[in-house]
């Protein structure tokens, strides 16, 4: 059922309770409770406040992939990754063989490209989430979303004002399920007996397959108090005026159509009515950034940053994020001078070098904490020039509601360009 990952990638909609802001939450933003909008890193400003874009300079990633998993499916996220494939019934199987709730979470992004006042990138992402409802009808609620899309975004600038737009549009396959006690346990025991399938389960009774096509926008204004200091406040319009999905219009062409077929077939093999996903809902956010000097002379820095999201929306269930980042950096010169050597080849020495190290905390009133890690590095050539630029991401969350999220760890891994030299005097 996983459509995008069926297409060989290497491997979100408000549904339920997952509490998501932007349209593909990465590692980082996770690690930061999405708390966005007065200020955000090169790449997330397309889904969190385009107006930041007029801040930026220049990130060339070709290539990241990351992945958020609870604690108690890690092993299986790990499966899911490798084997690239995983069919609606072992979906559902797999997601009611644990009480406790269930998020495994992949996504990849290529040619994301950033400069000042532009941006572009593309992504690809697949979410589980799965939680266990005890009331007059206790049933399970099974959430997937497979999305692949496409944004791009500009800004303009005056002063310490800026005014910023970002298009998207995306391909999305949806599928959600909520079955009752009594016909999980029958799920339960056709999968012990290995006869799982749509001939010996009623997938159509509790379960609603989706697939369709959307262009979205998001608005956004920023004030900064200098260009050297992200201090200052945000307003964000995401998704303006409602994202709504429609069929047989190929906004993205060419060897996407297949996932349409893709869809078809997995609907048709269970019996399901393929329908059109739900609106994504506008949403409304504003927040503000407490920043020290970030010149190229201040090695160290630290911000604070907090939002109110969803104003007046229906979307969250919790609307006040907050987040905190302390780190260094280290100049072009000393990071090649200080960096080591990790292989030699026909008398090249490759070497790794420390760009920046980030310690990052976040927190949503009364659904979770989370701790991060962001870790910047460049490989090069003798100590003279870096062409290769490594973002790692390492992040946690501890669950406040485990209604609403469970305990869970994510990685991500991103590969650009970059070119580092030392300073010639």
């Known amino acids: 059922?996983?459509?995008?990952?069926?297409?060989?990638?290497?491997?979100?909609?408000?549904?339920f309770a997952l509490s998501e802001v932007g349209l593909s939450p990465s590692v980082g933003a996770m690690s930061r409770a999405e708390t966005m909008t007065a200020s955000t890193p090169p790449g997330e400003a397309l889904f969190y406040n385009p107006a930041h874009l007029a801040w930026k300079g220049v990130a060339?990633?070709?290539?990241?992939?990351?992945?958020?998993?609870?604690?108690?499916?890690?092993?299986?996220?790990?499966?899911?990754?490798?084997?690239?494939?995983?069919?609606?019934?072992?979906?559902?199987?797999?997601?009611?063989?644990?009480?406790?709730?269930?998020?495994?979470k992949t996504d990849v992004e290529f040619l994301n490209f950033i400069f000042p006042y532009f941006a572009l990138k593309s992504f690809a992402n697949a979410r589980l989430f799965s939680r266990k409802i005890n009331d007059s009808n206790p049933h399970q609620e099974i959430d997937f979303l497979a999305r692949f899309g496409l944004s791009t975004g500009l800004a303009l600038s005056f002063r310490?004002?800026?005014?910023?737009?970002?298009?998207?549009?995306?391909?999305?396959?949806?599928?959600?399920?909520t079955p009752t006690e009594s016909e999980m346990a029958t799920i339960r025991q056709a999968a012990q007996d290995g006869t799982l399938s749509s001939a010996t389960t009623n997938f159509a009774s509790f379960t609603s397959m989706n697939y369709g096509e959307a262009g979205g926008h998001n608005i956004g204004v920023s004030y900064r108090s200098s260009r050297i200091n992200s201090s200052g406040f945000g307003i964000a319009v995401l998704n303006a005026g409602g994202t709504k999905f429609a069929e047989g219009r190929p906004i993205i062409r060419g060897q996407f159509e297949e996932i349409e077929k893709a869809a078809q077939d997995e609907a048709q093999k269970h019996n399901l009515t393929l329908g059109t996903p739900r609106e994504i809902k506008q949403m409304v956010n504003t927040g503000i950034n407490l920043s020290t000097d970030e010149g190229k002379e201040n090695y160290f820095h630290a911000s604070f940053a907090m939002d109110y999201q969803d104003i007046g929306g229906t979307s969250l269930e919790n609307h006040v994020a907050m987040a905190g980042?302390?780190?260094?950096?280290?100049d072009d010169t000393l990071s090649l001078l200080t960096s080591i050597p990790i292989?030699?080849?026909?008398?090249?020495?490759?070497?790794?070098?420390?760009?920046?190290?980030?310690?990052?905390?976040?927190?949503?009133i009364e659904e979770s904490m989370s701790a991060g890690v962001d870790l910047k590095l460049h490989l090069g050539i003798n100590k003279f020039v870096s062409l290769v630029r490594i973002n790692l991401n390492g992040m946690i969350i501890k669950s406040l509601d485990e209604n609403l999220i469970p305990d869970a760890t994510g990685f991500r891994l991103g590969l650009g360009l970059t070119f580092v030299f030392p300073e010639l005097k």
């Open 1 to 15: 059922m996983i459509i995008f990952l069926l297409m060989g990638l290497l491997i979100s909609t408000q549904l």
């Open 60 to 104: 060339l990633e070709i290539l990241g992939t990351g992945y958020v998993v609870d604690e108690d499916h890690a092993k299986q996220g790990n499966e899911i990754v490798k084997d690239k494939r995983l069919d609606s019934t072992q979906l559902i199987g797999n997601a009611l063989s644990n009480d406790r709730p269930t998020l495994l």
């Open 160 to 177: 310490h004002w800026s005014m910023g737009y970002s298009y998207y549009v995306i391909k999305q396959a949806d599928l959600l399920s």
């Open 325 to 330: 980042n302390v780190g260094f950096r280290v």
């Open 343 to 364: 292989a030699k080849h026909r008398g090249m020495v490759y070497f790794l070098g420390l760009t920046s190290l980030d310690l990052i905390t976040g927190y949503r």
